[in-house]
């Protein structure tokens, strides 16, 4: 784990992290412990595009499990709750 000190970024400016950065993500200890987590540009897109395409597929899922007829709908919350509360606790779905 690369690791700098705020009081370093203080002291040195920005420049302290870019040094730390061509090794990969810095963490910035604050109070002696980790406070906060620099990345670079391409590492921060791809995280961004990771947790968009998991997004997706989650709801591709969802729209599968529709499609299957796998979703059982209610008409009030009510109705809802009388299920969960008289559904045996042994089976796995609704």
């Known amino acids: 784990m690369n690791t700098i000190p705020a009081q370093e970024i203080k002291r040195k400016g920005i420049s302290a992290v870019d040094e730390e950065l061509k090794k990969g993500a ?5 109070n002696n ?12 897109n791809e995280l961004i595009k990771e947790q968009e395409n998991s997004y997706l597929l989650r709801i591709q899922s969802a729209l599968e499990d529709i499609k299957n007829k796998k979703v059982k709908r209610f008409d009030s919350v009510s109705d809802f709750m009388n299920t969960i ?10």
Do not use: F, G, M, W
């Open 33 to 44: 412990r980790p406070q906060y987590v620099i990345l670079d540009e391409a590492t921060y």
């Open 85 to 94: 509360e008289n559904y045996p606790e042994n089976q796995c779905s609704l």
């Open 26 to 30: 810095v963490h910035i200890i604050k």
